[in-house]
């Protein structure tokens, strides 16, 4: 049976003007967003604002995360060309603010860390003076991609826990919750911007909840996002419960009150959403 979604996570069907041509210059360069991936309910507004968020190395994905829309399964090797129509892409919509992730190549000595460095570098080349927050893998616990990326000074390095530890198992099977930890307070200790993300309705209690932000801020992470998770079909996890934006709006002041920058809270907030508003906020 098709879960029946509350009023406030309906949004209206995409499809203006703005909305077509974001479409048809990334089919042109041959690009993929988390934003089509993922199924993100948050395209039609995003598109019509003349923004995306990139999907670098592919749109299939080595792991098999049972809340993730992208396509898992054996991918192709790295497009060389990939950072530079992300680049042309970017100056193309006139970003200032351009949000980059990737699926997981654990397939990949560096996973794919290189790619990531080139596309920030790509950026900044064909648009001097914009901002780039990356949203990265795990790389499998490995210091070495992490320090390859803050190498290349991403405005933002975001990585997101997803969800409280308990619930690891079943929804990441192949992820750590204390890995993803260590990347953030690395991340923060080297000096970078350090955000993170929670999705809520999976089954999680809310004082494992409120121990997964105590978690984040032990580890330095500046910026948090919380949002409700949707499943993409039946064959994902299902909903186990809807917040209500007035549940967000509360899990939100209680964030800032622990001491992060900014807090991103409501049941349509996905990672990059209002990501060049967040970063308004940084010292």
Do not use: W
């Given at each position: 049976m098709k879960t029946r979604l509350p009023p406030w996570l309906k949004v209206p069907f995409p499809g203006g003007q703005n909305f077509l041509q974001v479409s048809r210059l990334l089919r042109e360069k041959e690009l993929h967003t988390v934003c089509q991936e993922a199924r993100c309910p948050n395209i039609g507004e995003c598109f019509e604002a003349k923004t995306a968020t990139f999907l670098i190395l592919g749109d299939v994905c080595?792991?098999?995360?049972?809340?993730?829309?992208?396509?898992?399964?054996?991918?192709?090797?790295?497009?060389?060309?990939?950072?530079?129509?992300?680049?042309?892409?970017?100056?193309a919509l006139g970003l200032r603010y351009v949000v980059v992730t990737s699926v997981t190549r654990d397939d990949l000595p560096d996973g794919g860390a290189g790619l990531f460095a080139t596309t920030i570098a790509a950026i900044r080349e064909s648009s001097p003076g914009t901002q780039v927050e990356v949203l990265i893998p795990d790389f499998g616990g490995s210091t070495e991609p992490l320090e390859t990326v803050m190498a290349a000074h991403p405005t933002v390095l975001s990585?997101?826990?997803?969800?409280?530890?308990?619930?690891?198992?079943?929804?990441?099977?192949?992820?750590?919750?204390?890995?993803?930890?260590?990347?953030?307070?690395?991340?923060?200790?080297?000096?970078?911007?350090?955000?993170?993300?929670?999705?809520?309705?999976?089954?999680?209690?809310?004082?494992?909840?409120?121990?997964?932000?105590?978690?984040?801020?032990?580890?330095?992470?500046?910026?948090?996002?919380?949002?409700?998770?949707?499943?993409?079909?039946?064959?994902?996890?299902?909903?186990e419960r809807f917040y209500t934006p007035e549940e967000f709006q509360g899990l939100g002041h209680l964030a800032q009150g622990m001491g992060f920058i900014h807090v991103e809270s409501g049941p349509l907030v996905r990672s990059s959403y209002h990501a060049h508003l967040q970063a308004i906020c940084l010292p």
């Open positions: 080595t792991r098999s995360c049972r809340f993730c829309a992208v396509a898992p399964g054996h991918p192709s090797p790295p497009d060389l060309g990939e950072a530079q129509r992300v680049a042309q892409a970017a100056a990585h997101n826990v997803e969800t409280v530890p308990r619930l690891y198992p079943r929804v990441r099977p192949r992820a750590s919750y204390h890995r993803s930890l260590e990347l953030l307070g690395r991340a923060a200790g080297g000096g970078m911007t350090a955000k993170s993300g929670l999705m809520l309705g999976l089954g999680e209690e809310k004082e494992e909840v409120f121990q997964t932000m105590a978690d984040l801020r032990e580890q330095g992470c500046h910026i948090l996002t919380l949002g409700q998770y949707l499943r993409p079909s039946p064959s994902h996890l299902p909903v």
